[in-house]
């Protein structure tokens, strides 16, 4: 054999062995790829807590120890909303990765205290989060039904059509789950020009004041009305069972919008 034909089989062998070896390479790296998933926090904010006023409305900071009551005075929006932000919470950590996607949610109280607006918005930042929800339940004339997404206004949002399609995502996944027990409610997205006189949530201005967090996808959810008498009997009822399958369907669907802001972003 002449040595020309030896030095090609020599090359030829090796080049084949380096494919070999890429490929074994490139199989082991798809193998474990799950394993380095891209993590993604939600945060869920139980709206309210604790038994006095937090923070000042001079400085955008306030929050109300509680709001909303139901009408046997059985149960208060404070404790309703860090019930099932907890049973929220504990669902979606409990959900396996998604494709690259592992998603977590983190709170922003877990006892009965009352967070001011500064330090809710410090603890979404500190968190690195992709989205935002705080948990609430509404009040009106003790007739009306159905889940409201409340998002800033668009006077002061830098994101408005972003927040709106996920607020109303997320009513609409709430409104479903309490349509079952008790119809004729509706989901619903308004925004925050009412609330104090016009100046709109202390909360949306504190995110508007960090880069990390003006345009994060973010809004208050307030569940159901609270004070309608039908409401609080099937909380007497049924809550348990209630607030297990809104925690399991908001977790889903937290999961779902937390990817897709994701996916948005790169």
């Not at 380096?18 to 869920?44: D, G, N």
């Not at 929800?133 to 009040?139: D, K, L, P, Q, T």
């Not at 996808?217 to 607030?243: G, Q, S």
Request: hydrophobic share 45%; aromatic share 6%; with cysteine.
């Amino acid at each position: 054999m002449g040595l020309h034909c030896i030095s090609f089989m020599i090359k030829h062998f090796r080049l084949a062995t380096l494919t070999l070896a890429a490929t074994w390479m490139l199989a082991a790296l798809l193998a474990i790829a799950p394993a380095y998933a891209t993590s993604l926090v939600v945060v869920v904010d139980a709206g309210h807590g604790g038994t006095a006023p937090a923070g000042t409305m001079a400085e955008r900071t306030l929050s109300s120890p509680n709001n909303a009551t139901s009408p046997g005075k059985k149960f208060k929006e404070k404790d309703l909303t860090l019930d099932l932000a907890g049973r929220t919470i504990r669902a979606l950590n409990a959900l396996p990765k998604q494709g690259a996607f592992n998603v977590k949610a983190v709170p922003t109280r877990t006892t009965d205290v009352n967070l001011n607006m500064a330090e809710r918005a410090k603890i979404t930042r500190d968190a690195g989060a992709v989205i935002f929800v705080s948990i609430h339940f509404n009040a009106a004339n003790g007739k009306v039904l159905g889940s409201r997404g409340v998002i800033r206004a668009k006077t002061y949002s830098k994101s408005y059509g972003t927040d709106h399609a996920y607020a109303m995502a997320l009513a609409d996944c709430t409104n479903k789950v309490l349509r079952t027990y008790l119809p004729g409610g509706t989901a619903r997205v308004q925004d925050d020009s009412e609330l104090h006189g016009g100046k709109g949530s202390n909360l949306f201005h504190q995110f508007g004041l960090s880069k990390k967090t003006e345009t994060m996808p973010a809004c208050f959810l307030e569940v159901e009305f609270l004070d309608v008498p039908d409401f609080e009997a099937l909380l007497v009822n049924k809550k348990d069972e209630l607030f297990d399958k809104l925690a399991a369907a908001l977790a889903l669907e937290l999961r779902a919008q937390a990817i897709a802001t994701s996916g948005t972003k790169r």
